[in-house]
């Protein structure tokens, strides 16, 4: 991203208003230095990458197998097995660790099927303009308003349960946000002067597109993605817990449902059902707190507040008595 | 005029997305490699069955002829039947989504007012701790998977409240009264509401905290201060009102979300709408029932966005330029 950045393009920047954090640095050092000037981003960031090198090394950090039978059925947490067992006798706590393994395939695959049709729909419509426009933003809308889970329902339960299946249901579906999101900010990149500047010098439609407008609208994307992983881990628990998961395969997702469908309610194994849903939360929290500070950080609107009285030195009235 | 020229607009749209919607509805369910009858599975599915319910269902016809006759009998309001209970899809769909709808309106109704509360004063009082708490919290109960949480409800309410159902089943012997037949509706409405309810609660928080945000930084806020206005008068008076409008848009696209909601709560406590027949259909592979029930929850959906659409344009005539 910086060697793109760093072309011919990137000389007019520093006098476009939009790049306000990290615009000395090129933009692809924006998130960069969102993560180090956020400690929402820093503390999201850290998550994530951290659940990351647990799936990465999970057989070295899981106590037992993912299929081992270590104990009795639903065995409560004890100092052998922090986390209980489940069901089937297997240890929790690798489960959970095991299970970060297709839950993060599926959130960070997912996303990048959607961050490319949705990518590519949002450029190809905001920098075109006219009909193809109004093709692509139809079709997106068509897309926005149809409820999605049923839709990936559906065609999950006819495609058949496999992992391969669950990503591209995913992908297919969570694009349009992105598009939508994308387009706006093509739109007026390529109003700016050396987008304008390059036209007249005759660039081709592909040069200024991955010379001059992805650049600008990385970051948004980046941030896009980050969120759209969130939404895919999500979607997936839903479909695992609809019994439309990969069977073979172990997700948190898959452990939500196998802990509904076991009846670990009935016998009060809260420890069999509590941990995957923590662990689900904590990387959509991740994500959520990554990607919106990238979006903060790129929207320096927001950064003003009229009525707060740290950033804004105008009021003399006292915080704490609003009337 | 230009009103009429958008209700014009609003309504085309609607009604060509319900068309998407049914087409879709075919080309997923009929035009796929192979059709509903291959991947049935059942004791009963020797192949000269198979070929019957080919048959039964015009599976044997061309594509296109297929596609004329399922647009011909949608249009009489026939869905075809269930595979499992062999009745009309349609008998099976009214009575499930009448019981979702008022457990929907009842979580809907306790988010948004949940949800606006707390984004106006975690925008108001922005940057303290009591924004920190408020944005904490809405995070945190945005990012719960819905189907979790609703077990982890049932888990600390088992006892007293009901937990799964939607009437008690010993109460139609005593000959209860109609307030208590309404209580105990309620009672079994309140869990899978409250579930829906909380995980939306964060959604709205957030999006009504951001919106108003924005609105604050606008010029017109300024003015107002100048002019020397109190605070609750600028909230409310101006920043609340011009950021009700993306609210507004922000709440009808989560309507999908209410639908999805509703499939995993009711899949949760055996709530008897249209989501437990999704989950139902879904888990024996009903197609007939599953296409009926997407269909439903699309057109529901669509019909929504489009009331959304209406009130866009009371909240703010200008969105028809």
Redesign the interface.
């Known amino acids: 991203m910086s060697t793109i950045a760093s072309g011919p393009g990137a000389a007019g920047a520093p006098t476009d208003p939009s790049d306000v954090p990290g615009g000395g640095r090129g933009r692809g050092g924006v998130v960069w230095s969102v993560l180090r000037s956020r400690p929402q981003a820093a503390i999201g960031g850290t998550v994530l990458v951290l659940t990351i090198l647990v799936a990465v090394f999970a057989p070295l950090l899981a106590p037992y197998g993912p299929r081992e039978k270590v104990g009795p059925p639903f065995a409560p947490p004890s100092s052998a097995y922090p986390l209980g067992l489940d069901d089937g006798g297997v240890d929790m706590l690798s489960l959970i660790i095991y299970g970060s393994r297709v839950s993060l395939v599926v959130g960070f695959a997912a996303a990048a099927v959607a961050m490319l049709i949705g990518g590519s729909v949002g450029i190809l419509a905001g920098y075109f303009g006219g009909k193809t426009d109004i093709t692509l933003m139809r079709v997106t809308?068509?897309f926005?308003?149809?409820?999605?889970?049923?839709?990936m329902?559906?065609?999950a339960?006819?495609?058949?349960r496999s992992l391969t299946n669950i990503i591209i249901i995913i992908g297919v579906i969570y694009w349009t946000g992105t598009a939508r999101i994308i387009r706006a900010q093509v739109k007026s990149v390529r109003e700016r002067v050396y987008v304008r500047r390059a036209q007249a010098l005759g660039a081709s439609d592909s040069r200024i597109i991955f010379r001059h407008v992805l650049p600008q609208v990385a970051p948004l994307l980046v941030a896009n993605t980050v969120l759209t992983v969130?939404v895919a881990i999500?979607a997936e628990?839903?479909l695992a817990?609809?019994?439309?998961g990969d069977p073979s395969l172990i997700s948190w997702?898959r452990l939500?449902e196998n802990?509904?469908v076991s009846n670990a309610?009935t016998v009060?194994a809260?420890w069999a059902?509590?941990p995957?849903?923590i662990a689900?939360?904590?990387v959509?929290?991740a994500c959520?707190?990554l990607g919106t500070a990238i979006e903060d950080a790129l929207n320096p609107?927001?950064?003003?507040?009229?009525?707060?009285v740290?950033?804004f030195r105008?009021?003399p009235?006292p915080?704490k008595d609003?009337? | 005029m230009r009103g009429a020229d958008y209700f014009l607009k609003r309504t085309l749209f609607a009604l060509v997305t319900v068309f998407v919607a049914i087409t879709l509805n075919f080309i997923i369910f009929r035009a796929t490699p192979g059709d509903a009858v291959t991947g049935l599975r059942c004791q009963f599915c020797t192949v000269e069955f198979k070929d019957q319910l080919r048959a039964e269902l015009g599976l044997d016809k061309s594509k296109w002829e297929q596609y004329v006759i399922y647009l011909q009998s949608l249009a009489e309001g026939d869905m075809g039947r269930s595979f499992v209970t062999r009745e009309p899809v349609v008998d099976e769909l009214i009575d499930p989504l009448l019981n979702t709808l008022p457990m929907i309106a009842l979580g809907t109704a306790f988010s948004i007012v949940f949800g606006i509360l707390s984004g106006v004063v975690a925008a108001w009082r922005r940057g303290t701790f009591l924004d920190w708490g408020n944005l904490s919290f809405s995070l945190l109960f945005y990012s719960l998977p819905t189907q979790w949480l609703g077990l982890m409800l049932l888990i600390v309410f088992a006892g007293t409240l009901p937990a799964s159902g939607i009437a008690d089943p010993f109460l139609a012997f005593t000959d209860p009264s109609w307030w208590d037949t309404f209580v105990d509706r309620l009672e079994h409405m309140i869990l899978p509401a409250a579930t829906i309810g909380i995980v939306l609660y964060g959604e709205y928080a957030l999006i009504v905290r951001s919106s108003l945000m924005e609105a604050l930084s606008e010029d017109y806020v300024l003015t107002a201060r100048a002019k020397g206005l109190r605070n609750w008068a600028i909230v409310w008076r101006h920043a609340f009102r011009a950021s009700l409008l993306p609210v507004a848009t922000l709440i009808a696209l989560s309507l999908g979300y209410l639908v999805a909601g509703a499939i995993l709560v009711e899949a949760v406590f055996s709530y008897p709408g249209i989501g437990l027949v999704t989950y139902d259909a879904v888990t024996e592979r009903d197609y007939p029932v599953l296409q009926g029930a997407f269909l439903i929850l699309t057109l529901s959906v669509v019909f929504a966005n489009y009331l959304a659409d209406l009130l866009y344009f009371k909240l703010d005539p200008r969105v028809a330029e």
């Not at chain 1, 926005?144 to 839709?151: S, Y």
């Not at chain 1, 817990?241 to 439309?244: K, P, Y």
């Not at chain 1, 609107?301 to 707060?308: K, M, N, T």
Request: proline fraction near 7%; glycine fraction near 8%.
């Open positions: 809308d068509y926005l308003v149809i409820p999605d889970v049923p839709l329902i559906v065609i339960a006819i495609w058949g969130a999500f628990t839903a817990f609809l019994g439309l997702g939500i802990a509904f309610i009060d809260w059902i509590a995957p849903g689900v939360a904590v959509i929290l959520t707190m609107r927001l950064r003003v507040g009229h009525l707060s740290r950033r105008l009021r009235l915080a609003p009337q």
